[in-house]
């Protein structure tokens, strides 16, 4: 695979996916998620299979990045939670 080929399936693979992930995650992470599965990927497996995948192992770096980055998110939240008015009554 040439320079340019491998450029234009990055572009399209990225392209794929920023619709599943714009919005979750940034353009360059999903950008460097689809280099590194490119690389990781190139040389040991053949040629003509490895757009394909390369699209599910970036996909699939992707979905636990949203769901780590989820989760992480989801615990700040619980810790800066204002309490509720219930628990700032006073006491009787």
Do not use: H, W
Not at 6 to 23: H, K, N, P
Not at 33 to 48: C, H, P, Q, W, Y
Not at 77 to 86: E, F, L, N, Y
């Amino acid at each position: 695979m040439t320079v340019a080929q491998s450029r234009q399936v990055d572009f399209e693979i990225s392209a794929e996916l920023y619709g599943e992930f714009r919005g979750l995650l940034s353009d360059e992470a999903i950008r460097g998620r689809v280099r590194e599965a490119m690389t990781d990927l190139r040389g040991s497996i053949n040629r003509e299979a490895l757009p394909e995948m390369a699209v599910r192992l970036a996909r699939a770096r992707l979905a636990a990045l949203a769901q780590s980055r989820a989760a992480q998110s989801a615990r700040c939240s619980a810790r800066i939670t204002p309490p509720s008015s219930m628990d700032s009554a006073p006491k009787t």
